[in-house]
């Protein structure tokens, strides 16, 4: 199993649904918390948390964003993007944005079945002013020239 960096730090942990601390618990390898062991979204979480400890993508919701607010990141052509004017789409050609915010992994939850997390999300501001987000890992860094030199 790889090594990554956690985007939650333990203090928000205490706003967790039982799926997610089981999921965090089950995908990190740890043993199932004794403390939830009569409640089933906890059990579940944890099951599909063993479960996705060696597939990739999975294990990216675990990685902390290398963006932040602020930072001017590429979109590339073909990026599943959400936009509040026209709802879900992709991105027609490659551009760059300046980011107005990072938001952390969306939690594992259980809405009469398991669903899984996923990973940070990226905001701007789009066409219009319309707010746009992305998943981070779709994103590419832009490394803006010193203007001084």
Known sequence: MTTTTSIIPPEDLRY???SHWGYLDG???REPNPRFEHCT???LGWIHGQEDQNNPERLKVLEAPT???GDTVSIPKGT?????KVGN???GRTYSVKLHDVY???QAGFDGKFVHPKPARVLWAGTGGYWCEANVFDVRKVEVANAAA
């Open 16 to 18: 967790c649904s039982y």
């Open 27 to 29: 995908i990190l390898n």
């Open 41 to 43: 979204e906890y059990e």
């Open 67 to 69: 963006v932040k607010r």
């Open 80 to 84: 599943a993007i959400h936009s509040m």
């Open 89 to 91: 789409t992709t991105a």
């Open 104 to 106: 952390g992994m969306i």
